[in-house]
């Protein structure tokens, strides 16, 4: 039963990814957006704009990088929930809520699907951190990729949570903007902790995606001769926090899908 | 191409009076908060039965279906599929039933064997087991040549096909459809229907739908009607039709509240107001259509008179027509 089970999550993440295959426009999209974003704000902010207590040594395009990788994952493995909601009532998921595996391992297939779906993209993002100044080696390369991966899952066991509990796509974009902005906004992807105001500080530190954003930076700036040399927790113990994070919201999506009923 | 189900189960071949029924409700019923969809239905499916659930929308004919294939609790009541209890046993009962919902459950964006490969690896069918299997799926239902084609490309009789080689693929032994040929033209829904008799008489599954098309209706053994949650009727469609007296009249008229005063007065029948029209159930309707015509001729826009269909019978049981609001037919 459980090897069965497995299958079905195999084959569920396989599903994702045929489907984002024939839809490059997606692929492109998820990407180009926050690139665009980050290279007018950064050339916009670089010269006038030096947040308080940001590293040594890095220019605030450099400083901006991480939080738009973050923002990559953000948008794409969001979206890739979305379909959730349909899917569900009048959809694909319907044929798996009537076959013998649990709702859990749908779940799991879902998150592999959408963290899979997101941590491409992030990649091609992260490969292109040299032409911002970043010098990558090999290390931050791999611990980043791994890093974005921890927080893709989160996201979109997020998504998720939101997706299996409502009942229309439009509600779900209204609790999107709603959560999901402030909480990347107050991430430390556009400022640094240490120099924000002490009652923005404590919504950042409250903020879980912050020690992704926190472990992420740390990570990418390995080669850099300044080093992670700031405030923010480094990079194991905020791995840790962004993984103990990543499997809270697991849990909770699939709390929540088990529960799901359709009427 | 043949296929073989085996009806008893997997292990210990069972003799046919220890089987259990298809499908056992007993005193079934389910709310929405307030509002009741179910109420205290009982009844029983036989095995190899080709059974209909026919009720207009809001019946709650959709409610018994998803509480049918797994994916509503139990409230009060029982409900059992081939043995298993839908209280207790879903994940077991999952494994020998096939469930075609109303919209598709295919992929539109997937080729036709590729849902079929991911709803056997949902099913625990894979390697060469699940290459036979589609392979035998694809050829009995006329897609072999279609395979490699996205599903969102096909026909919507075609795409129908996908969704019931999809849910035989895993063998179930009874399967369960949601107005399953809705949405389709008359020739595609006929052939649709061959398919589900095809299934019944040459691989022994049980199929249990829900409809509000006469049409389906017709074609199934037996029909359960429901009306506002309530079971009002299960017979053989022939013998539904038999329970109305004689013939249907139906008339059109200018003035409907005085002819049917007049009707009532002068010529003893007891007319039913449905969906704009007079109805009257007369044994020798065509001698009651000459005598109203003869004194009322004046009166009527129109009068047929026919066999009943199940929309009479229908109407016979409710008082109220089948598609219009209730509010109509006073």
């Known amino acids: 039963m459980r090897h069965w089970s497995a299958l079905g999550a195999f084959t569920l993440w396989l599903r994702e990814i045929t489907r984002f295959r024939r839809q490059r426009s997606r692929v492109i999209g998820s990407f180009l957006q926050p690139l665009v974003f980050w290279l007018l704000l950064g050339a916009g902010l670089n010269a006038s704009f030096r947040p308080a207590g940001m590293p040594a040594g890095i220019n605030y395009f450099q400083y901006l990088y991480p939080g738009f990788i973050v923002l990559v994952l953000l948008f794409t493995a969001i979206f890739s929930t979305i379909s959730t909601v349909e899917d569900r009532r009048e959809g694909f998921l319907q044929g798996v809520l009537v076959a013998p595996i649990s709702r859990q391992m749908i779940v799991i297939g879902q998150a592999m699907g959408g963290t899979t779906l997101a941590w491409i993209p992030s990649c091609i993002f992260l490969v292109l951190a040299p032409l911002a100044g970043i010098k990558l080696t090999l290390t931050a390369v791999v611990v980043s990729a791994l890093i974005m991966a921890i927080i893709a899952f989160s996201l979109t066991c997020i998504g998720l949570i939101i997706a299996w509990r409502i009942e229309s796509t439009q509600g779900f974009h209204a609790i999107m903007n709603l959560i999901l902005i402030p909480i990347w906004l107050l991430s430390g992807a556009f400022w640094p902790l240490s120099g924000a105001p002490a009652a923005v500080g404590w919504l950042m530190r409250l903020d879980p995606l912050t020690y992704g954003v926190a472990a992420l930076r740390a990570a990418l700036y390995f080669g850099h001769p300044s080093g992670a040399a700031n405030s923010l927790p480094s990079v194991i113990p905020s791995t840790l926090i962004a993984s103990t994070f990543a499997l809270t919201m697991y849990l909770l999506a699939a709390r929540v899908a088990s529960r799901a009923t359709s009427y | ?330």
Not at chain 2, 208 to 231: F, S
């Open chain 2, 1 to 330: 191409m043949e296929i073989s189900v085996n009806v008893a189960g997997a292990n210990a071949p069972i003799s046919p009076a220890a089987q259990p029924h298809a499908v056992e409700i007993d005193a079934l019923s389910f709310s929405y908060k307030e509002r009741r969809a179910l109420d205290n239905l009982s009844f029983v499916i036989e095995r190899g039965e080709i059974f209909g659930l026919l009720g207009p929308n809001g019946s709650g004919k959709t409610t018994l279906f998803k509480i049918l294939s797994t994916l509503l609790p139990l409230q009060s009541g029982n409900a059992s599929i081939l043995g298993h209890s839908l209280r207790s046993d879903t994940r077991a009962l999952r494994r020998r039933i096939g469930v075609v919902f109303q919209h598709p459950s295919i992929d539109l964006k997937l080729t036709v064997v590729e849902n079929l490969m991911h709803h056997g690896h949902l099913f625990g069918i894979r390697g060469e087991q699940l290459r036979q299997r589609s392979t035998a799926m694809l050829g009995w239902f006329g897609l072999s040549e279609r395979r490699h084609d996205l599903v969102e490309t096909l026909s919507g009789g075609l795409q129908r096909r996908v969704e019931l080689a999809q849910a035989f693929l895993h063998e179930p032994e009874l399967m369960i459809l949601d107005e399953p040929s809705t949405g389709l033209d008359p020739a595609a829904r006929r052939e649709f229907l061959d398919y589900i008799d095809r299934l019944r008489s040459e691989a022994g599954v049980t199929m249990v739908l829900t409809t509000h098309h006469m049409e389906e209706a017709e074609r199934c053994d037996r029909i359960g009607i429901l009306n506002d949650g309530r079971l009002v009727a299960l017979d053989s469609p022939a013998r539904l039709k038999a329970q109305v007296g004689g013939d249907v009249v139906v008339i059109r008229a200018k003035n409907l509240a005085a002819l049917r005063d007049q009707l009532l007065l002068k010529m003893r029948a007891s007319p039913v107001t449905v969906s704009g029209c007079l109805r009257v159930e007369r044994p020798r309707g065509h001698e009651f259509v000459r005598d109203v015509v003869e004194r009322f001729g004046d009166q009527i826009e129109s009068i047929t008179f026919g066999k009943p269909t199940l929309e009479d019978v229908f109407i016979h049981l409710t008082g109220h027509g089948f598609y219009g609001t209730r509010q109509e037919d006073q």
